[in-house]
Structures are given as C-alpha cells and as structure tokens.
C-alpha cells in the first residue's frame, strides 16, 4: 500500500510528484511513455508561445536563451528535474485501470516496451490522475484516417521539400505546420470546415498566414471538408460538390482530446456531452472519493480550458487536499 499513485509523467504529473515527496507521502509516479510524452511528441523546432518561469515545476528554474523556451530546452529541464529529484518513477508502464476497493485504489499496469516489467497491482490510498490529452487525436472518421501518409502530429518540414501537403485543421497548430512546411518549399493546402480560421489562433502568427493565403503561396479551402483520404489525394467536399486535392502526406490537425477511459473505470462521473468529470474545483478531486484529476485529463474536449500554467495550480490544490485527507489516516500517524 501506497500513500499516492500518480499517473501521468508530464509537467503536471511531475509537479504533483516532487509536492508528494516534500510532503513525505510514498508515491509512485507511473507513465505509458517517456517523462514529458506530449512535449516529446510536440514539433521538433516549436518555441513555446508562454515564459518559462510557468512551466517550472517545483521551484526549479528553467533557464533558456530568450524568454520563450524550445522544446529541446524544455525536454532537457524536465530530465534533469526528474534526475535531480529522484523521482519515483516507472516509465514505458500503461496504467489500464484504477478500481476503487475498501477504500483505496487497485492501480493495474503493464509494462510497454522491451525491458520495462510489468507493475501488475499498486494499491493506493490516493489517485492523481495526470494524463493529460495528446495521445487521443480527435478523428475524422474518413476512409483513409489510418493510411501511412496521413498523421495527426506534425514533427518537422524538411522531408517535405518540394511535395503536396494537406493540412486538415485552421488552428494554431495548423496555421505553424502550414507556415513551418511553406518556408521549406512544401507546397501547402489547408483545409477547414469554418468559414475562417479559427478564433483561437494566435494574433501574431494569422496576419502572416492570411497573407500567404492572399498572394497563393498556401492554398486554403474553407467550409469544406474530408470526404476520403488516398494514399495520392485527398477528397474534399464543398458545398456538395466534391473535387481532389493532389496529396503526398496529409496532417489531419483538428485537436485532442483527453480519454474518459480511466475515469469510468474507476465511476467517475462524465458530462455526456464534453467527457468533462464532475471535479471539486478547490481540491479536483472527483465525485469518486480519493481520485484526483489535475491538468487536462479531467476536461474531456475542453481542452483548450487548460495548459500547462494553470495545471500546475491544480495539482498545487489537489496535493494539499491530499496531503490533509491522508494526515487522518491512522496508519500514518
């Protein structure tokens, strides 16, 4: 029996792992990848559109050359937070189910990659779900979606030079690959289902995209949408007519959502409509008693409601509920 198991290794998980050790609760710190996954998986040269000094975590300085930090620079603070605090972690561990049970937690995982044992069973007084919402792309639903040339995360342009790309998406996301794949000679189509891009993209970066749209250099077709992916084209529909967008790689960008499958296993309740959890919005802790839920994970398609900033405050809150519930708890007296 353990004190807390957190799931989920990214900033959010990390921070809520270095309050549980301050604290001197035993934790166990589980993830299904690398520490930091979704940073690992973001655009090899992204700069992050936020300061540094909020995405630190626990009091650890995240030093970079301008005041907006790399992804390299951000993966390489977050391994050395994780070395320097001797965080108690198990990575490349899949966490298939968190069962409620006289009290505590059943946490099951498995072991995911060459060398990596299974954990099998952790019990746990307390649950931090930190899973964040990357690894569930929002699908389509088209012919095509699962196709070797069609990803729904952009890495880099370089192979690109000189080919047909097909970004699906009006987003900031997209709008970076769309202007990233341009600037590396792709020859680049957009595609989106709304009359315009979409509200949320970033100020700075829609005059340079709306310009390259104006003089041809991308190509955007709007209120339209994917009827098929080829492995040569896309087909596209607007306004009931259908036409072939000529395609060597297409990024279907249209965002993530965080997976309600932990949550119902473990009864939590969801919105039906937005698999947002019903939350405790001073503690995040569930209606399920014990199971905390900080970041994105709790928020199903509102994923925008959350970002790595105001995460860390959730954990800061979930950790202090914690820490007080589990200071009742005779044993650990």
């Known amino acids: 029996m353990v004190d807390l198991a957190i799931v989920g290794a990214g900033p959010i998980g990390i921070e809520t792992a270095i309050l549980a050790k301050r604290a001197g609760l035993d934790y166990r710190l589980i993830e299904k990848g690398c520490i930091v996954n ?31 930090p790399t992804r390299k620079e951000a993966l390489d603070y ?27 937690f059943t946490v099951r995982a498995r072991g995911v990659a060459p060398g990596h044992r299974d954990v099998g069973e952790v019990r746990a007084r307390a649950v931090a779900l930190a899973t964040g919402y990357f690894d569930n792309p929002k699908p389509l639903g088209v012919a095509g979606e699962a196709l070797p ?11 690109f030079f000189g080919r047909n ?22 020859r680049v189509t957009m595609v989106h289902r709304g009359s315009d891009f979409r509200h949320s993209l970033k100020y700075w970066v829609r005059p340079n995209l709306e310009n390259r749209v104006k003089e041809g250099s991308i190509v955007a077709h709007f209120e339209t949408v994917v009827h098929e992916v080829l492995p040569d084209r896309v087909v596209a529909e607007r306004h009931g007519e259908r036409f072939d967008i000529p395609t060597n790689q297409t990024f279907l960008l249209t965002g993530y959502f965080a997976s309600p499958a932990l949550l119902r296993l473990a009864g939590a309740s969801l919105d039906p409509e937005t698999l947002a959890a019903e939350l405790d919005p001073e503690t995040f802790e569930s209606d399920v008693p014990g199971l905390f839920v900080v970041g994105s994970a709790g928020f199903g398609t509102r994923t925008s409601d959350v970002f790595i900033e105001n995460g860390i405050q959730h954990a800061r809150k979930a950790m202090a509920a914690i820490r007080e519930r589990l200071r009742r708890v005779p044993s650990l007296a």
Request: proline letters at 4%; charged letters at 20%.
């Open 165 to 186: 790309v097909t970004i699906v998406g009006a987003g900031s996301s997209a709008a970076d690959a769309a202007l990233d794949l341009f600037r590396s000679g792709a």
């Open 38 to 68: 979704a940073v690992a998986g973001y655009p090899t040269y992204m700069t992050f559109f936020t300061t540094s000094e909020r995405l630190e975590v626990g009091g650890h300085p995240l030093v970079t050359a301008t005041d907006k």
């Open 78 to 104: 977050y391994r050395k937070v994780v070395a320097n605090e001797r965080l108690a972690l198990s990575s490349f561990t899949e966490v298939t189910a968190v069962e409620p049970r006289d009290g505590a």
């Open 149 to 159: 040339n069609v990803s729904h995360y952009y890495t880099e342009a370089h192979p």
